[in-house]
Protein backbone atom coordinates (compact mmCIF):
# COMPACT_ATOMS: atom_id res chain seq x y z
CA UNK A 1 0.00 0.00 0.00
CA UNK A 2 1.36 3.51 -0.68
CA UNK A 3 1.99 5.65 2.15
CA UNK A 4 -0.06 8.79 1.98
CA UNK A 5 1.50 12.11 3.03
CA UNK A 6 2.34 15.24 1.50
CA UNK A 7 0.35 18.09 0.56
CA UNK A 8 -2.78 17.07 -1.30
CA UNK A 9 -5.01 19.58 -3.75
CA UNK A 10 -8.55 18.99 -3.50
CA UNK A 11 -9.17 19.49 -7.26
CA UNK A 12 -11.86 22.38 -8.39
CA UNK A 13 -13.17 20.32 -11.55
CA UNK A 14 -13.33 21.97 -15.06
CA UNK A 15 -16.52 23.10 -16.91
CA UNK A 16 -16.58 24.12 -20.25
CA UNK A 17 -18.65 27.37 -21.18
CA UNK A 18 -22.01 25.01 -21.74
CA UNK A 19 -21.45 24.10 -18.05
CA UNK A 20 -20.43 20.53 -18.96
CA UNK A 21 -17.70 18.83 -17.62
CA UNK A 22 -14.47 19.43 -19.23
CA UNK A 23 -11.97 16.29 -19.81
CA UNK A 24 -9.59 17.94 -21.72
CA UNK A 25 -9.19 21.03 -19.39
CA UNK A 26 -9.13 18.52 -16.50
CA UNK A 27 -6.31 16.11 -17.80
CA UNK A 28 -4.08 19.66 -18.60
CA UNK A 29 -4.40 20.89 -14.87
CA UNK A 30 -4.04 17.44 -13.32
CA UNK A 31 -0.36 17.54 -15.58
CA UNK A 32 0.05 20.49 -14.78
CA UNK A 33 -0.46 19.69 -10.75
CA UNK A 34 2.21 17.21 -10.78
CA UNK A 35 4.54 18.43 -12.85
CA UNK A 36 4.74 21.44 -10.32
CA UNK A 37 5.28 18.52 -7.77
CA UNK A 38 2.58 18.67 -5.70
CA UNK A 39 2.50 15.15 -3.43
CA UNK A 40 -1.32 13.93 -4.25
CA UNK A 41 -4.58 14.89 -5.87
CA UNK A 42 -8.40 14.32 -4.62
CA UNK A 43 -11.01 15.14 -7.30
CA UNK A 44 -14.56 15.23 -5.90
CA UNK A 45 -14.09 16.43 -2.91
CA UNK A 46 -16.17 19.83 -1.72
CA UNK A 47 -13.76 22.24 -3.98
CA UNK A 48 -14.69 19.21 -6.52
CA UNK A 49 -18.20 19.89 -6.45
CA UNK A 50 -18.99 16.14 -5.92
CA UNK A 51 -22.93 17.13 -5.21
CA UNK A 52 -23.00 19.09 -8.00
CA UNK A 53 -22.37 16.36 -10.71
CA UNK A 54 -24.06 12.88 -12.16
CA UNK A 55 -23.03 9.95 -11.42
CA UNK A 56 -21.26 9.64 -15.08
CA UNK A 57 -19.63 13.03 -14.53
CA UNK A 58 -18.16 11.65 -11.46
CA UNK A 59 -16.76 8.75 -12.85
CA UNK A 60 -15.41 10.50 -16.43
CA UNK A 61 -13.56 12.64 -13.93
CA UNK A 62 -12.45 10.36 -11.42
CA UNK A 63 -11.22 8.26 -15.08
CA UNK A 64 -9.40 11.48 -16.45
CA UNK A 65 -7.49 12.35 -13.18
CA UNK A 66 -6.03 8.69 -12.42
CA UNK A 67 -5.29 8.15 -16.14
CA UNK A 68 -3.58 11.64 -16.50
CA UNK A 69 -2.09 11.07 -12.90
CA UNK A 70 -0.47 7.38 -14.71
CA UNK A 71 1.10 6.61 -11.12
CA UNK A 72 3.03 9.75 -10.24
CA UNK A 73 1.07 11.01 -7.56
CA UNK A 74 -1.68 8.82 -5.45
CA UNK A 75 -5.05 9.72 -6.18
CA UNK A 76 -7.67 9.73 -3.96
CA UNK A 77 -11.46 10.15 -5.20
CA UNK A 78 -14.00 11.63 -2.70
CA UNK A 79 -16.11 9.43 -2.04
CA UNK A 80 -18.66 10.58 0.20
CA UNK A 81 -22.49 10.04 0.01
CA UNK A 82 -25.69 10.39 2.19
CA UNK A 83 -26.55 6.66 1.70
CA UNK A 84 -24.26 4.15 2.93
CA UNK A 85 -24.35 1.62 -0.15
CA UNK A 86 -23.70 4.47 -2.78
CA UNK A 87 -20.41 5.43 -0.62
CA UNK A 88 -19.93 1.71 -1.18
CA UNK A 89 -20.58 2.11 -5.03
CA UNK A 90 -18.77 5.14 -5.43
CA UNK A 91 -15.51 3.23 -3.38
CA UNK A 92 -16.33 0.04 -6.06
CA UNK A 93 -16.23 2.70 -9.39
CA UNK A 94 -12.71 4.16 -7.62
CA UNK A 95 -10.97 0.85 -7.13
CA UNK A 96 -11.83 -0.46 -10.61
CA UNK A 97 -10.79 2.80 -11.93
CA UNK A 98 -7.11 2.31 -10.28
CA UNK A 99 -7.19 5.27 -7.15
CA UNK A 100 -5.16 4.94 -4.36
CA UNK A 101 -7.72 5.74 -2.12
CA UNK A 102 -10.80 7.41 -0.95
CA UNK A 103 -11.95 10.34 1.50
CA UNK A 104 -15.38 10.13 2.98
CA UNK A 105 -16.99 12.58 4.83
CA UNK A 106 -20.26 11.16 7.01
CA UNK A 107 -23.51 11.32 5.76
CA UNK A 108 -24.16 15.41 6.02
CA UNK A 109 -28.07 15.48 6.33
CA UNK A 110 -29.08 12.97 8.71
CA UNK A 111 -27.14 13.29 11.89
CA UNK A 112 -26.32 9.97 12.40
CA UNK A 113 -25.36 9.07 16.18
CA UNK A 114 -21.88 7.50 17.11
CA UNK A 115 -23.04 4.15 16.49
CA UNK A 116 -24.65 4.88 13.31
CA UNK A 117 -21.20 6.77 12.12
CA UNK A 118 -18.86 3.34 13.58
CA UNK A 119 -21.99 1.20 11.66
CA UNK A 120 -21.35 3.35 8.33
CA UNK A 121 -17.97 3.42 8.06
CA UNK A 122 -17.93 -0.37 9.16
CA UNK A 123 -19.50 -1.29 5.84
CA UNK A 124 -17.81 0.50 3.73
CA UNK A 125 -14.68 -0.38 5.09
CA UNK A 126 -15.40 -4.41 4.48
CA UNK A 127 -16.61 -3.63 0.73
CA UNK A 128 -13.13 -2.08 0.04
CA UNK A 129 -9.85 -2.60 0.14
CA UNK A 130 -9.16 1.12 -0.73
CA UNK A 131 -7.47 3.05 2.22
CA UNK A 132 -10.10 5.07 3.47
CA UNK A 133 -9.34 9.11 4.42
CA UNK A 134 -12.44 10.10 6.89
CA UNK A 135 -13.62 13.97 6.32
CA UNK A 136 -14.28 15.42 9.00
CA UNK A 137 -15.90 19.19 8.15
CA UNK A 138 -18.74 19.95 10.90
CA UNK A 139 -19.40 23.23 8.96
CA UNK A 140 -20.92 21.26 6.34
CA UNK A 141 -21.04 17.86 7.49
CA UNK A 142 -23.65 18.34 10.41
CA UNK A 143 -21.44 15.67 12.30
CA UNK A 144 -18.17 15.95 14.53
CA UNK A 145 -15.67 13.40 14.20
CA UNK A 146 -14.16 14.17 17.66
CA UNK A 147 -10.95 12.61 18.16
CA UNK A 148 -12.36 9.87 20.87
CA UNK A 149 -14.30 9.22 17.94
CA UNK A 150 -11.86 8.87 15.29
CA UNK A 151 -10.00 6.35 17.67
CA UNK A 152 -12.89 3.86 17.75
CA UNK A 153 -13.31 4.40 14.09
CA UNK A 154 -9.11 3.65 13.80
CA UNK A 155 -10.05 0.28 14.61
CA UNK A 156 -11.47 -0.36 11.43
CA UNK A 157 -9.52 -1.95 9.48
CA UNK A 158 -8.31 0.16 6.03
CA UNK A 159 -9.48 3.33 8.43
CA UNK A 160 -5.88 4.65 8.13
CA UNK A 161 -6.37 8.90 7.73
CA UNK A 162 -8.27 11.47 8.44
CA UNK A 163 -8.82 15.12 6.75
CA UNK A 164 -9.17 17.07 10.12
CA UNK A 165 -10.89 20.24 8.81
CA UNK A 166 -11.46 22.33 11.56
CA UNK A 167 -9.77 25.84 13.43
CA UNK A 168 -9.20 24.03 16.28
CA UNK A 169 -4.94 22.20 15.25
CA UNK A 170 -5.45 20.97 18.47
CA UNK A 171 -7.29 18.17 17.53
CA UNK A 172 -4.26 17.10 14.99
CA UNK A 173 -2.41 16.47 18.95
CA UNK A 174 -5.20 15.09 20.39
CA UNK A 175 -5.74 12.27 17.15
CA UNK A 176 -2.28 11.21 17.25
CA UNK A 177 -2.25 10.89 21.24
CA UNK A 178 -5.63 8.61 20.72
CA UNK A 179 -4.37 6.89 17.85
CA UNK A 180 -1.01 6.52 17.60
CA UNK A 181 0.25 4.69 14.40
CA UNK A 182 -2.99 3.85 13.32
CA UNK A 183 -4.11 7.03 11.66
CA UNK A 184 -2.17 9.00 9.57
CA UNK A 185 -3.59 12.91 9.89
CA UNK A 186 -3.59 15.48 7.55
CA UNK A 187 -4.78 19.24 8.12
CA UNK A 188 -7.90 20.23 6.01
CA UNK A 189 -8.07 24.52 6.53
CA UNK A 190 -4.76 24.83 9.13
CA UNK A 191 -1.98 23.20 6.63
CA UNK A 192 1.82 24.50 8.52
CA UNK A 193 -0.14 24.50 12.25
CA UNK A 194 -0.81 21.27 11.32
CA UNK A 195 2.09 19.78 10.82
CA UNK A 196 4.33 21.06 14.03
CA UNK A 197 1.73 19.06 15.44
CA UNK A 198 2.59 15.87 14.08
CA UNK A 199 0.26 15.73 10.48
CA UNK A 200 1.61 14.02 8.04
CA UNK A 201 -0.30 16.03 5.62
CA UNK A 202 -2.79 18.46 4.15
CA UNK A 203 -5.39 18.59 1.91
CA UNK A 204 -5.45 22.33 0.90
CA UNK A 205 -7.47 24.34 -1.32
CA UNK A 206 -5.23 26.74 -2.44
CA UNK A 207 -2.53 24.28 -3.73
CA UNK A 208 -5.58 24.50 -6.57
CA UNK A 209 -3.61 27.64 -7.46
CA UNK A 210 -0.18 27.72 -6.08
CA UNK A 211 0.57 23.59 -5.90
CA UNK A 212 4.78 24.27 -5.81
CA UNK A 213 4.70 26.47 -3.16
CA UNK A 214 2.28 24.31 -1.05
CA UNK A 215 4.05 21.34 -1.16
CA UNK A 216 7.12 22.88 -0.62
CA UNK A 217 5.80 24.28 2.73
CA UNK A 218 4.65 20.51 3.66
CA UNK A 219 8.87 19.43 2.81
CA UNK A 220 10.32 22.50 4.46
CA UNK A 221 8.12 21.95 7.49
CA UNK A 222 7.79 18.02 7.92
CA UNK A 223 10.52 16.85 6.16
CA UNK A 224 13.87 19.38 6.57
CA UNK A 225 12.62 20.77 9.98
CA UNK A 226 13.66 24.03 8.70
CA UNK A 227 10.79 26.11 11.12
CA UNK A 228 11.97 29.24 9.76
CA UNK A 229 12.22 29.42 6.44
CA UNK A 230 8.63 27.28 6.50
CA UNK A 231 7.24 30.06 8.51
CA UNK A 232 8.69 32.73 5.74
CA UNK A 233 7.22 30.52 3.29
CA UNK A 234 3.62 30.50 4.99
CA UNK A 235 3.24 34.24 5.45
CA UNK A 236 3.91 34.40 1.58
CA UNK A 237 1.00 32.31 0.35
CA UNK A 238 -0.98 33.59 2.97
CA UNK A 239 -2.98 35.89 0.59
CA UNK A 240 -4.07 32.96 -1.30
CA UNK A 241 -5.18 30.66 1.78
CA UNK A 242 -7.48 33.67 3.22
CA UNK A 243 -8.61 34.04 -0.40
CA UNK A 244 -9.97 30.83 -0.79
CA UNK A 245 -11.04 30.36 3.03
CA UNK A 246 -14.52 30.46 3.52
CA UNK A 247 -17.81 30.43 1.38
CA UNK A 248 -15.39 31.28 -1.74
CA UNK A 249 -13.41 28.07 -1.83
CA UNK A 250 -14.71 27.34 -5.22
CA UNK A 251 -15.55 30.86 -6.94
CA UNK A 252 -12.92 32.53 -5.51
CA UNK A 253 -10.40 29.72 -6.57
CA UNK A 254 -11.92 29.10 -10.91
CA UNK A 255 -11.97 33.05 -10.89
CA UNK A 256 -7.73 33.01 -9.59
CA UNK A 257 -7.40 29.53 -12.09
CA UNK A 258 -9.05 31.79 -14.69
CA UNK A 259 -6.87 35.52 -14.57
CA UNK A 260 -3.73 32.87 -14.15
CA UNK A 261 -4.70 31.69 -18.12
CA UNK A 262 -5.72 27.91 -16.37
CA UNK A 263 -9.80 28.59 -17.12
CA UNK A 264 -12.01 25.49 -15.25
CA UNK A 265 -15.19 26.99 -15.91
CA UNK A 266 -17.41 28.97 -13.46
CA UNK A 267 -19.14 26.82 -10.21
CA UNK A 268 -22.78 25.18 -11.18
CA UNK A 269 -25.47 26.42 -9.02
CA UNK A 270 -26.19 26.88 -6.97
CA UNK A 271 -23.10 28.56 -6.64
CA UNK A 272 -22.73 31.52 -8.22
CA UNK A 273 -18.78 33.08 -9.93
CA UNK A 274 -16.89 35.37 -7.71
CA UNK A 275 -18.91 38.71 -6.94
CA UNK A 276 -17.43 41.95 -8.72
CA UNK A 277 -17.08 43.15 -5.05
CA UNK A 278 -14.67 40.20 -4.20
CA UNK A 279 -12.38 41.24 -7.33
CA UNK A 280 -9.71 43.34 -5.83
CA UNK A 281 -9.05 41.33 -2.95
CA UNK A 282 -8.84 38.03 -5.56
CA UNK A 283 -6.09 40.57 -7.46
CA UNK A 284 -4.72 42.16 -4.59
CA UNK A 285 -3.68 38.17 -3.45
CA UNK A 286 -2.55 37.26 -6.75
CA UNK A 287 -0.43 40.08 -6.85
CA UNK A 288 1.26 39.58 -3.36
CA UNK A 289 2.42 36.37 -4.75
CA UNK A 290 3.12 37.22 -8.03
CA UNK A 291 0.63 35.94 -9.82
CA UNK A 292 -1.18 38.92 -11.52
CA UNK A 293 -0.13 39.06 -15.53
CA UNK A 294 0.30 42.27 -16.10
CA UNK A 295 -2.17 42.73 -18.72
CA UNK A 296 -4.48 42.58 -15.50
CA UNK A 297 -4.62 45.54 -13.94
CA UNK A 298 -4.65 45.03 -9.85
CA UNK A 299 -7.61 47.06 -8.12
CA UNK A 300 -7.17 49.49 -5.45
Not at 25 to 38: C, H, N, P, S, Y
Not at 62 to 71: H, M, P, S
Not at 100 to 109: A, E, L, N, R, S
Amino acid sequence: MTELRGTYTVMVTAYDAAGSVDLGAMARFTDWQVREGIHGLIPLGSTGEFLSMTAEERRAIAKCVIDTAAGRVPVLIGAGAERTEDVIDNCRMAAELGADGVMIIPPFYSTPTHDELLRHYERIAAATDLPIMLYNNPATANVDLTPPLVARLAEIEHVDYIKESTMDVTRVRDIIDLCGDKMGVFGGIMGFESFVNGAIGWVAVGSNIMPAAFARLFTLTADDKDYDAARALYREILPIIRLVGGHRYVSATKAALAIMGLPMGEPRAPRLPLPEADRPELHAALKAVGLMPERIPALA
